[in-house]
Each structure stands twice: as structure tokens, then as C-alpha cells.
């Protein structure tokens, strides 16, 4: 069974220890204009805080009672306002929101092509009357919000209408353009469907209920989970750096500058040595790549 998206960021919050004991949940469901929150208990919680609600961050401006929250401000963070059902989870002040989460996942697993890589099978074109280029066919799903053809093409076949095997082509170039083709030398046969053999990054994990690609290795989550967290605690040290202005000396600090990127550092090396473990076969080397 493919793991869910939810499930990665949840390992994340767990590795990163980013999680509120005894959270409170909703007492009742809100629609995605909802201005106002009723809890179990609001102990804790405090005017200018963010709570996390499933994906959707929330700034909180009033603390009404011991069960109503106010005034609230919807969307935070880049996040989206929807509706969210009673006895949801509610996260108060997440070092981290699922956005930022989210992102770090799907940068980790850019970082992770090609050594760990999606085999893609298209057979959405057919052979036109006289026509020798085709567009190469995009890749499902989005990348950075974009569509991607695919990346390297293994293999070019053909199936004749009538006929019951794929036979395969070898008379076929890339043409290396903004909008990449495959060009035949020689027309097949109108009608003729054809079929695409390629490689490609996995697409981006956007929405609550995605789950990652099958083909995704099962070894492999884990090691995204650590580049995640490593790409936060770099995140965290820039946002550090971007507050401290003026004189100042933190050498006797607690927490001292630099910390949390030095631990990012480690993460990412951690990061690297798994990655290779995981690491799928090389991607064929007679594949021709688009770009």
C-alpha cells in the first residue's frame, strides 16, 4: 500500500520533535470561512499564535473562553482554508507548518533524481497522415507546479492498427526545442498508436490526500524524511540570521548561532550515505535525454 503524504509529514514532525503534547482537538467542524474556532480547551493558547489545523495554518487574534477562539485569520503561510472536520487535530505553535514540510519533501526527492527515479510507459499519440514530429508526451503529475516532458526516452514502438504486438522503432531523434520532439525518419503507418518508454523524476506530493508513487522504493522514504529535515534546520538558521540585527554577541548563548545549520550539515550527510544505499539501478545507458 503506497504511503500517504500525511504519513511523511508526521515522520517529520516526530524526527524534528515538532508536535504539541496533549493537543487539543475541534469540538466542532468549521467551513473553509469560519472566523472562529471552538476547542475542547484553549489552556495554552495565546492571542498572535499560529495553530495548525490538518494542513491549514491559523493565526490566532482573540482567546474568547476556555473553548473559543476568535477573530482568527485563515490560510497562513501559504497554506489554504478549508473546511476541517470535529475532533481534528488542532497543533499550536508547530516549530514548522505543513507547507514548509511539504516543500522540504518535495525538494529532498528532486535532490534524490536521478539516483532514485520513475520509469514511465505513454501511449497517448497516434500516428497523423503525413506527419513526422510529435510532441514529447508530459509526465503525470506537476513539478514545481509545472508539467515536464519526459526526461530521457528509452524506446519507441509502434502498434499497427489490427496488428497485436508493439513493434519496436529505431528510426527516431530528439529535437532539442522549448517544446521537445521526436522526430521519425520514416512515416509508420497511419493509425498506428504509439508507445513511449522514458525516465523521469517522481512528481510533487501537493495535496493531504497524495500518496507517494508506488514506484517509489519503500527504503527510500525514510532517507527523504532526513534530507526534509536537514533542508529545515537550514531553513530555521536563516530565519535566525534574518532576525539578529545590530551588535550583539550570542557566544554564551544556550542555543548558539549556528546550531541548527552545523546539525543540518550532519543530517545531510546522513542524508547522502542513505541515499546511496537506497539508490535504484542506473538509469539505462543507451536512454536519449529530451533536453
Given at each position: 500500500m503506497a504511503t500517504s503524504l500525511s504519513t511523511l509529514v508526521t515522520g517529520v514532525r516526530r524526527y524534528m520533535r515538532d508536535y504539541t503534547p496533549m493537543a487539543p482537538v475541534l469540538s466542532a467542524s468549521i467551513t473553509s470561512s469560519a472566523t472562529s474556532l471552538t476547542l475542547d480547551d484553549t489552556t495554552g493558547i495565546a492571542a498572535n499564535w499560529i495553530i495548525e489545523i490538518d494542513y491549514e495554518s491559523i493565526l490566532v487574534r482573540t482567546v474568547s473562553n476556555s473553548t473559543t477562539i476568535s477573530s482568527i485569520a485563515r490560510g497562513q503561510f501559504g497554506s489554504t482554508a478549508v473546511s476541517h472536520a470535529s475532533n481534528a487535530t488542532v497543533f499550536v505553535r508547530p516549530a514548522y507548518s505543513s507547507v514548509e514540510i511539504i516543500d522540504a519533501l518535495n525538494g529532498t526527492k528532486d535532490e534524490m533524481y536521478p539516483y532514485v527515479y520513475k520509469a514511465i510507459t505513454d501511449t497517448s499519440l497516434t500516428v497523423l497522415a503525413n506527419t513526422y514530429e510529435y510532441t514529447v508526451p508530459n509526465m503525470?503529475?506537476?513539478?514545481?507546479?509545472?508539467?515536464?516532458?519526459?526526461?530521457?526516452?528509452?524506446?519507441?514502438?509502434?502498434?499497427?492498427?489490427?496488428?497485436?504486438?508493439?513493434?519496436?522503432?529505431?528510426?527516431?531523434?530528439?529535437?532539442?526545442?522549448?517544446?521537445?520532439?521526436?522526430?521519425?525518419?520514416?512515416?509508420?503507418?497511419?493509425?498506428?498508436?504509439?508507445?513511449?518508454?522514458?525516465?523521469?523524476?517522481?512528481?510533487?506530493?501537493?495535496?493531504?490526500?497524495?500518496?507517494?508513487?508506488?514506484?517509489?522504493?519503500?527504503?527510500?522514504?525514510?532517507?527523504?524524511?532526513l534530507g526534509a529535515a536537514s533542508r529545515l534546520l537550514g531553513s530555521a538558521e536563516a530565519g535566525r540570521s534574518r532576525l539578529d540585527v545590530g551588535a550583539r554577541d550570542d557566544r554564551e548563548a544556550a542555543n548558539k548561532p549556528g546550531n541548527a545549520i552545523a546539525l543540518g550539515n550532519q543530517l545531510e550527510r546522513r542524508f547522502e550515505k542513505g541515499l546511496l544505499r537506497a539508490a535504484m539501478g542506473p538509469i539505462p545507458p543507451h536512454v536519449v535525454s529530451v533536453f
Open positions: 503525470t503529475g506537476t513539478y514545481g507546479g509545472d508539467t515536464l516532458p519526459i526526461q530521457y526516452i528509452s524506446r519507441v514502438e509502434i502498434k499497427e492498427s489490427g496488428d497485436y504486438a508493439w513493434r519496436r522503432r529505431m528510426d527516431w531523434n530528439i529535437k532539442r526545442v522549448a517544446t521537445p520532439k521526436f522526430i521519425f525518419r520514416a512515416v509508420p503507418p497511419v493509425g498506428s498508436a504509439i508507445r513511449v518508454f522514458g525516465y523521469g523524476p517522481f512528481p510533487d506530493l501537493a495535496l493531504s490526500g497524495d500518496t507517494v508513487d508506488p514506484q517509489f522504493p519503500k527504503s527510500a522514504e525514510k532517507v527523504m524524511v
